[in-house]
């Protein structure tokens, strides 16, 4: 004899939906609603307004300011009649705004508001720099013969998104021979080499790393020897024949791989790779009144409410 816990179906659906970060909620509700007819969003009652007492001036107060006669008091305080004259000053600015322009009227924003569609651009993200943009902003500012210049602008827009140049300089060439030369292609090609990012304008692997070490600030003659001579040999792991023949020992082989695995096989990926997340909190900790006390609540604002619908309530 033994107990068993059973959970109804309902409750392990509210234990899944309970996991939920606040964007998977939000997906799941946007699922629900395309899915379940049931559902609708809750709108808000018809006579809920939002708060604008402050934006836009009533009325009775703007009758107020307008028909109240401006008397300089000599004797008197002069403050308050010189704030409703500021006031008919921003009234008058407000209608010759409103006469010169030809959609409908807007309150013109104060001064001391901000500006949200300027705070939302603010805020946005730029988006990340392709390798090729990359490469051709520093291609701009390098210095060569004119020839040598359209060689390189062609010679980056063949380069892929890894760094590599994907075709054969001959075949460049065949494309365009009256602007440059084979030999103004090596050339650009050997300046296309040492942009940035280190190891971009390779044609192979190979390419790449030697492209890299030549650049290091660090001695790596050995390593340069190991791929330059022995790359086949140093895919297929072949250790002992390296270190054999390049009259050396195992452990000097493997700290040379070591040194080299710091070495980027992709360096264009590099580009464009640190991308701003945007980042939803689940919960808000708030630092209480009471010290060394915090309260804690859940990031649920900008979840719908959501009913079910008249239609079928009533059915």
Not at 29 to 38: D, K, R
Not at 156 to 172: K, N
Request: hydrophobic share 35%; net charge negative.
């Amino acid at each position: 004899m033994e107990q068993r816990l059973k959970l109804a179906p309902h409750m392990i659906q509210s234990m899944e939906i309970l996991q939920l970060s606040i964007l998977a909620l939000q997906e799941r509700i946007e699922q629900e609603l395309n899915s379940n007819p049931v559902l609708e969003l809750a709108e808000p009652a018809a006579g809920e307004q939002p708060e604008t007492d402050e934006q836009q001036p009533t009325d009775e107060a703007s009758e107020d300011i307008s028909e109240k006669d401006l008397i300089v008091d000599t004797d008197g305080n002069k403050a308050e009649d010189f704030k409703r004259l500021g006031s008919i000053s921003d009234d008058f600015h407000d209608y010759r705004d409103y006469m010169g322009q030809a959609g409908p009227y807007r309150a013109r924003a104060r001064s001391d508001e901000p500006d949200r569609k300027l705070e939302a651009i603010k805020n946005t993200a730029a988006p990340p720099q392709s390798l090729h943009d990359h490469l051709a902003e520093q291609w701009r500012f390098v210095e060569a013969e004119p020839p040598v210049k359209k060689a390189g602008n062609m010679i980056v827009d063949y380069i892929d998104r890894r760094g590599y140049l994907t075709v054969r300089l001959e075949q460049l060439h065949n494309k365009d021979k009256n602007d440059f030369t084979l030999d103004d292609l090596k050339e650009a090609l050997d300046l296309v080499q040492h942009l940035e990012p280190p190891g971009v304008g390779a044609r192979d692997l190979r390419d790449c790393l030697l492209i890299q070490m030549a650049q290091s600030s660090e001695d790596m003659s050995f390593e340069t020897r190991l791929v330059a001579d022995h790359m086949d040999a140093l895919l297929e792991n072949r250790l002992p024949d390296i270190a054999r023949k390049m009259h050396c020992s195992i452990e000097t082989v493997n700290r040379a791989v070591e040194r080299m695995s710091k070495l980027d096989t992709s360096p264009g990926l590099q580009i464009g790779r640190d991308r701003n997340h945007p980042v939803t909190a689940d919960v808000i900790v708030e630092e209480s009144e009471k010290p060394g006390e915090y309260n804690v609540r859940l990031a649920d604002s900008n979840l719908p409410a959501l009913r079910v619908s008249d239609y079928y309530t009533k059915m």
